[in-house]
Structure formats: C-alpha cells, structure tokens
C-alpha cells in the first residue's frame, strides 16, 4: 500500500510541477530507461536557457529510481 502512495505522489507532483511537453518527456524518457534492456538509450532535451531542462532531468531520474524501488517490493 505504501508503494502505491509514493507512486500516486510522484504522479500528483508531476502534474504540478511542469508542463505537458516537459511531463511528457519526462514520461517518455522513463518508459525507454525502464522497457527493453535491448532498445536504444538514447534521448535529446533541449531548449533555451531557463526553460526546465536540468529540471526534467530530475525528474526522470526520480521517476525511474521510484518505479524501480516500486517494482522491488
């Protein structure tokens, strides 16, 4: 049960925090680090100065590092 309260509140502070293109990088991101250990692992965020980029990267890397900690229970 508390893994799914963790997981509903990365959702809930996903949606606050930033835009539909940045939660979608975010989301899009995750699912290519986090599927098939044989496909590609690559990725580009870009844009200019101040719009987000080191933050999206946080992100992903907590979105994945709790989905991971999720599915090791």
């Not at 309260?5 to 680090?33: G, V, W, Y």
């Not at 844009?47 to 992100?59: F, L, W």
């Amino acid at each position: 049960m508390l893994g799914k309260f963790i997981f509903d509140h990365l959702i809930f502070c996903l949606q606050k925090r930033f835009n539909e293109s940045q939660r979608l990088a975010i989301c899009t991101a995750s699912q290519m680090i986090l599927g098939d250990p044989r496909s590609p692992k690559i990725g580009l965020l870009h844009g200019p100065p101040g719009t987000g980029k080191s933050s999206t990267v946080v992100a992903i890397v907590e979105k994945v590092l709790t989905v991971s900690i999720f599915n090791s229970f």
